[in-house]
């Protein structure tokens, strides 16, 4: 009885410090620099209100207060760091106190790289990666398609974002395209079938989504979650169902008009 007790104690006191373990950290303010890249490059952080861009700017600085950025062959600059804690931040900014706890360190590779992280030779397909294994809590990003995702600005794609919602998926144990602690039990159901339905879509030639998202259930939410934030106005006239079902995801609207 008294070890049920103490193992209660232990599963009350030990869970929430656990994932409250980030939070302790003191973060810094904004530099200048990183709000004039964010002014620039980043559509996302643009469209929202005064207000809300503060919001966006305190957790992108608590992420990389939280989350060391290293890099491998190639130098880590202030754009860089400003890209991927956009991307970090894009996916979960619906979710106020939502942290990546599965996320201790992302590495930047110059560019592509293969499964065994080589930098060279064959099979260097590899531009984005969420580490499992030894490589657990560890993110692989190649820095060439980290830019190329804000760079250009009419695209539906974007590898950092594309990872973050990976993670944001593995958060339940399973990477399976459908994220648990986002998505309420009643949309479970109506986005695995919009799921397969989009997906028969592609192989039918009937859609404008990345045909990567064929893959698995996981690469196709991960591969809409780009197009969601990277060209919300765009998927929402296109592919309406879709759009509405994702805004019940990720609890936001990202479309111009809901932002004003
Ligand atoms: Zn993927």
């Given at each position: 009885?008294i ?14 410090l ?9 973060s ?28 966006f ?32 931040i ?35 397909n ?37 990872e ?83 805004t ?13």
């Amino acid at each position: 009885m008294i070890l049920a007790v103490l193992a209660l104690c232990v599963f009350i006191f030990y869970l929430p410090l656990k994932h409250r373990k980030k939070t302790i950290v003191e973060s810094l303010p904004l530099p200048d620099s990183y709000k004039t890249i964010l002014l620039a490059d980043v559509l996302f952080y643009r469209n929202l209100s005064d207000e809300k861009k503060l919001e966006f700017e305190t957790r992108m600085m608590h992420f990389l207060a939280t989350t060391r950025i290293t890099g491998i062959k190639t130098e880590v600059e202030e754009t860089d760091k400003v890209y991927i804690a956009a991307s970090a931040i894009i996916p979960i900014f619906g979710f106020p106190h939502w942290e990546y706890i599965n996320l201790h360190e992302v590495l930047l590779y110059p560019d592509s790289f293969n499964h065994k992280f080589e930098q060279s030779g064959e099979g260097r397909n590899v531009l984005g990666m969420v580490g499992d294994g030894a490589l657990n809590n560890v993110m692989v990003l190649s820095k060439h398609e980290v830019r190329q995702g804000f760079i250009n600005k009419t695209g539906k794609e974007n590898t950092a974002i594309h990872e973050f919602v990976h993670l944001v998926d593995k958060t339940d144990g399973s990477t399976d395209g459908v994220p648990s602690f986002f998505v309420d039990k009643q949309y479970v159901l109506p986005w695995v079938q919009q799921i397969h339905k989009e997906i028969k879509r592609i192989f039918d030639n009937k859609s404008d989504i990345n045909p990567y998202g064929t893959t698995n259930e996981a690469e196709f939410f991960a591969v809409v979650s780009e197009y969601f934030f990277e060209r919300p106005d765009l998927l929402k006239s296109k592919h309406p169902e879709l759009y509405e079902l994702l805004t019940k995801i990720f609890h936001q609207q990202p479309d111009m008009r809901n932002k004003k």
